[in-house]
Structure formats: structure tokens, C-alpha cells
């Protein structure tokens, strides 16, 4: 699936707020650290709509923002680092603890689940969840990016998850004005990829770049 990011403003100089629509599948730590930085140094502060799903890196991304906004479709998940073992994607928390694999391959995972976690972490801290009790962050960050928190990497973390796990989120519903054009638009963006075969996409209100899958 087609990793998008879309930030929409109604001027043309640069706004001290903006929009970010998301839709991500993952994707390394590295470039989740490079467009968050971006979105930082650009912007004082920033909304992330998810109008499908935003897992793993896409999640962290998600969790930079002043607050997200879901719908009746979207999702986040989990942010416990995978890496491929014989092309299929295996936790790095199983990796570390597996005597079957090199010692400097566990090490690798072991150095890429925590810089996810305290990444994660610092984001909560001076973002969303600031000035909440420090425990309460280590639990969302505990329950999120340990394998055993939700027991798979696909697992959902809808609107009501969301909420419980103390994250600043917003809910359209399916009929509201707001979320039917979001949605047409998503759906525009997920067909024009698809049928061009982009496999990124990068759109701001002066420029849209564009890469093939």
C-alpha cells in the first residue's frame, strides 16, 4: 500500500498550523524521525487525520501531532519494530530473545526497538501527553511497543482505544460533511497511486512530489 502524506493549508506563505493527512504502513525508524523533524521545525503545531490506517511508524508520526483525527475506518497499531527474516517480517523484541540468530543481528534489533521506544516516548512527553504523570506515558509506551501489549502488529487501535490509552484524539462520525469529503479524497488519492503506480507521495498546497512504487 501507498505510503501518503498530504499537508493542506488555505495560504500560500507557510501557516504556523496545518493539516496533515497520513496513511502509512509502516516504514523504517529513520525516515519516521526525518518527516517528524520536518513537520517540527516547520509548523508550531499540526493535526494528523487518519482516514485509514497509519500502523507502526505511521502510529508514531500520528502520536507527534497536537492531535489526531479518526473515523468510522481508521486505525493505528503497535509500534514494536519488525525486521524480515527470509522475506517474513519477525518482531525484533522475538529476535533479541531467539539464541538461533547471530549475535550482531540481535543487537541491531535490539538498538532499533528501543530508539522506536524512546522516540515514541520524547514525542508523548513534549507533545500530547505533556505535563502527564511520567508513568502514565511509560504505560502507553509499554503497552504499544511491546509484543505482548496487543499480541500482533496488525492489531487495531481505533478512536475508543485510543482514548483509553490517554491519547488527544478526535472522532468524526461516517456522515459527517467534514469526514465524506476526507474520505473522497482519500479515496481519490488511494486510486490515482495505484492506477500511476507511485509508491510515495508527498503534497503540500505549492508543490506535490511524487515516486514510483
Request: with cysteine; glycine share 6%.
Amino acid at each position: 500500500m501507498t505510503p501518503t502524506i498530504s499537508l493542506k493549508s488555505s495560504k500560500r506563505s507557510i501557516p504556523k498550523s496545518v493539516t496533515s493527512s497520513c496513511r502509512r504502513p509502516g516504514g523504517s525508524v529513520d525516515a519516521c524521525e526525518k518527516i517528524i523533524s520536518v513537520l517540527k521545525k516547520k509548523f508550531d503545531d499540526y493535526r494528523v487525520i487518519v482516514p485509514s490506517w497509519a500502523k507502526s511508524a505511521g502510529t508514531v508520526i500520528a502520536l507527534s501531532s497536537k492531535s489526531i483525527v479518526l473515523g468510522i475506518n481508521s486505525e493505528l497499531g503497535p509500534i514494536d519494530p519488525h525486521f524480515k527474516v527470509e522475506g517474513n517480517p519477525v518482531p525484533c523484541q522475538v529476535i533479541t530473545t531467539d539464541p538461533a540468530f547471530p549475535v550482531w543481528f540481535k543487537t541491531m534489533a535490539d538498538l532499533a526497538a528501543k530508539r522506536m521506544r524512546q522516540m515514541a516516548s520524547d514525542i508523548l512527553e513534549h507533545g500530547m501527553m505533556k505535563g502527564k504523570d511520567a508513568s502514565e506515558i511509560t504505560g502507553v509506551i509499554s503497552k504499544i511497543s511491546d509484543t505482548a501489549g496487543y499480541m500482533s502488529h496488525g492489531a487495531v487501535i481505533d478512536y475508543d482505544e485510543a482514548k483509553n490509552l490517554g491519547l488527544s484524539a478526535e472522532y468524526l462520525e461516517p456522515d459527517d460533511d467534514v469526514w465524506r469529503r476526507l474520505w473522497l479524497l482519500y479515496c481519490m488519492y488511494d486510486y490515482d497511486t495505484k492506477v500511476k503506480k507511485f509508491g510515495k507521495v508527498f503534497e503540500g498546497n505549492k508543490f506535490s512530489i511524487a515516486r514510483p512504487e
